[in-house]
């Protein structure tokens, strides 16, 4: 089976002009200064590679550990996706590299809870045109985020609507609601930690074809948390915040349930080429 997930996106924070501080806890210049920062990000997006190392354990419904973990290795990369209508979706695609320590066959594909290529959800609730659909209030102070920071909370209103996908035994879901708190630096707003978790559980449906003939699966918890760290370019010189570990864990009733680290580090970028050629005519 593949896990339900909350998806997320590689979110750099730009430079940009200067702005009020948050320090006087303001909920209005926080949004607006928040949702500044993001959009600068994709109006700046540089398309980047990076080495993923994915550690998966199974998990029994008390949490304690059941058969070995799962460790791969990615090249990763990120760009903006060419297919898509917005400015501010992106296209991950991955190649696996290494299964348990040993390299992968030629055109090995991803098992059910490997991550997959594809365009997940950017962090887009942050933009002005997307913060209506949310409640947002400021947390009292930066208790479990990074030193230094504010933090303010989040809720989905009214939540998404589930989407469940079957590809023979593997399934993909998401949607459901989210909730959670984003830390951020109240001088610049860049995110420095967000933590997302799901508003409430949900029902699988059954695969078609197997009605009854297959327990029911029940989506009990979905929690993320994802860290970011300044990382330096060159040429030209830039410091950008970028992703260096993602947490995910979630919670099955009728299958096993996951745990998965994912460490990002090597981060380089990577240039693409177009070319514009005359027309015959």
Known sequence: MRRAALLVALLAAAPGGSRPSAQAGDLALVLDGLAERTRQYYDRFISIICTETVHQQNLRFNLTPTGKPRITVYELSVSRDPRAKGEDEFRVDRTLQLVNGRPARKNQQPGCTDPKTGSPEPLAFLLAANQGRYRFTLADDGAGGPAGTRAIDFIE??????????????????????????????????????????????????????????????????????????????????????????????????????????????YRRFLTKSEIRASAF
């Not at 630096?185 to 059954?206: E, G, H, N, T």
Request: some cysteine.
């Open 157 to 266: 209103t009214p939540p998404e609507r589930v989407r469940v996908k079957w590809d023979g035994s593997c399934f993909e879901a998401d949607g459901g609601g989210h909730q959670g708190r984003v830390w951020f630096d109240p001088i610049s707003y860049d995110v420095m930690q967000v933590a997302l978790r799901l508003s409430k559980p949900f029902l699988i449906p059954l695969r078609p074809g197997r009605v009854g003939l297959e327990p029911a699966i029940r989506v009990e918890r979905s929690e993320m948390t994802i860290r970011f760290s300044r990382v330096e370019f060159q040429q030209p010189d830039e410091v950008v915040l970028l992703p260096e570990s993602i947490e995910t864990l979630t919670v099955f009733r009728g299958v096993v349930s996951l745990k998965t680290d994912q460490k990002l580090s090597n």
